[in-house]
Each structure stands twice: as C-alpha cells, then as structure tokens.
C-alpha cells in the first residue's frame, strides 16, 4: 500500500545538512547530513534524504522508497541482537511523480568507524577483541539470512575500551543499510559481505584480516546455514498483485 502523503517531512527534505560522506552528497537525488540540537543532553541526528531511490522484491514488484527498506533492515537487525541505530522518523512520499523519503536516526555516541578505529589503535589486545566481536555480528547475520550489502569498514561502527580488570569491552554496530536485504541462502549472504570487506579493508592489516576469517569460520561452524523460506502468505500475495494488474 502506498503511503498517505505527508507534509511533515517537506521540510527536512529541503533542509542543508553537512553531508558526513566523503565527496559530498551521494548522486540520484540523495543526501545527508548529521543535525545537532540545541540542548546538548539530548543526541544528535544523522538526516538523510533521498529522491527517486526505489527498488523492487518478489513480494514488492512496483517500486518502492529504498528508505522502506532500509528501515525493515534496522528493525530485523535489532530483533537479532545486533546494534543499529535508532530510528527517530521514518517517511516516504510521492511528489509529481517521484518517491522522496526521509530517515532520521540517532548519531551513535563513542562509536566511530572501523577504518577511523584501526587509525588510531595501538593496543593488541583490544584489537583481537574488536575483530572477535566482529565475527560474532556479522556470523549472526549472515546465519539469520542477512546480507549486510555494503560491508565497507566505514559502514562498521565500533566503542572499545577497557572494563573492570583492564578486560577489553567491545560493541560493534552496523549502518547504513540501504542495500541490506534477506538471501535465499546464507551462504551467499556470507560471500558478499566478507569479499567486500577484504576488498576495501583500508588500513586493516592482513594479519588482522586472517585473524576474523579465522574466528569467522569457527562461528560459521557451530551454526547451520540455512534457505531462507518464501511463505505461502507472500507468495500468494505477490499472485494476487501481478493478477490484479492483468
């Protein structure tokens, strides 16, 4: 179903905003940028703003806002126990034709991405536990079904530290998830997000690389990768919607 239109998002959609991605604004009528608030106890916002960004699925085959879709990421990502964002305001509208949609999430706080992470770090330990930390999330993931889709270091977010008894203590959390999508098989879903990773690594050194491949694997190993099962429900609906336009 279509969403209704909403004015409340004309506004934001029109909004500057420091874009926090290198080069500027992405193209295709997209943007972004982090909104800081006036009261400095409350979080700031990361704005991003996108025109003409659709996709389609087996269960969605007219275009829908990419947006949509990416919020359905956060939400599912979140049921498994993986840290997003949180979503502040979702929106999508039409507008002489063209899909314009909102997101409005909060900045993570004491986090910063792995390729700026790996910059700065000069502590062995605290990185062996960055890296495990890192297996046992996207391991979850990619057993769930999950395809992260864009698994570049800047899309990894991560707040190390030491705890009580200079234990290392490690979140990871994953963003930016546009592209994020279910696979019919999680092997697949495995491939794609550690070729990418390898792939645009940066500065992570290949020992490191090895290391999480390492764990990676053993994690994999414990679980059972799994088809990711069409329902009767979505099936019949996908029939009743191409019918429908017959």
């Given at each position: ?99 314009q949609a909102l997101l409005l ?128 429900k979505t099936i019949l609906r ?9």
């Open positions: 179903r279509r969403p209704p239109p909403n004015p409340r998002i004309g506004a934001p959609l029109r909004a500057p905003g420091s874009s926090p991605r290198p080069g500027g604004a992405p193209p295709n009528g997209g943007g972004g940028g982090l909104l800081r608030q006036r009261d400095p106890a409350h979080p700031s916002l990361y704005c991003k703003r996108q025109t003409g960004y659709t996709y389609r699925t087996l269960s969605h085959p007219f275009v829908r806002p990419t947006i949509l879709r990416e919020r359905r990421a956060y939400r599912a990502f979140s049921r498994l126990g993986i840290k997003t964002p949180d979503i502040v305001y979702c929106a999508a509208r039409q507008e002489r034709g063209r899909w999430t909060e900045a993570l706080r004491e986090f910063v991405s792995l390729e700026q992470w790996y910059a700065g770090n000069k502590d062995e330990a605290l990185g062996k536990a960055v890296l495990r930390r890192l297996a046992a999330t996207l391991a979850r993931l990619h057993l769930a079904g999950w395809q992260h889709g864009c698994g570049h270091p800047k899309h990894i977010f991560v707040k190390a530290g030491h705890g009580e008894n200079e234990a290392p203590q490690v979140e990871i959390a994953l963003l930016d998830l546009e592209k994020s999508r279910r696979r019919w098989c999680s092997r697949n879903a495995s491939r794609h997000d550690l070729c990418q990773l390898t792939r645009h690594r940066g500065n992570m050194p290949e020992a490191d690389l090895l290391f999480f491949r390492r764990v990676y694997r053993r994690l994999l190993g414990r679980g059972r990768f799994s088809w990711t099962a069409i329902s009767l996908f029939a009743m919607r191409v019918a429908g336009t017959a």
